[in-house]
C-alpha cells in the first residue's frame, strides 16, 4: 500500500458510519465456535450440524436469529485444488 501512495490510510480509524454508511444497511453472521452473541456449529453424529446465525436490517430495524440443520450427506464443498465438488 505504501508503495502505491496509501501511506497515510494506514493510520486511519474507521467508524461503523465509514464502513456501512446508509438506511439500507443489511448484516448477517454465522457462529463457527461459542461467543456472546451466537453458539458455534454442533455437530450431530457426523450426520446433521446446526448453525446458528444473526440477521440485521437496518431500514425496518429489525433482528432476526436463525437456526439451521444441515444434511451432512447432502452437503458440498467446492476445492479449489481440484475445482471439483466433493462431500462433506
Do not use: P, W
Amino acid at each position: 500500500m505504501i508503495a502505491d501512495g496509501y501511506e497515510k490510510d494506514l493510520e486511519c480509524v474507521y467508524s461503523a458510519d465509514d464502513l456501512a454508511n446508509g438506511q439500507n444497511i443489511l448484516f448477517c453472521a454465522t457462529g463457527i465456535s461459542d461467543s456472546a452473541l451466537l453458539r458455534g456449529i454442533r455437530a450431530h453424529g457426523g450426520v446433521t450440524a446446526v448453525t446458528y446465525s444473526i440477521l440485521m436490517r437496518a431500514k425496518s430495524k429489525t433482528v432476526r436469529f436463525i437456526r439451521a440443520r444441515h444434511n451432512l450427506q447432502t452437503k458440498t464443498i467446492r476445492l479449489r485444488s481440484d475445482n471439483r465438488e466433493h462431500i462433506i
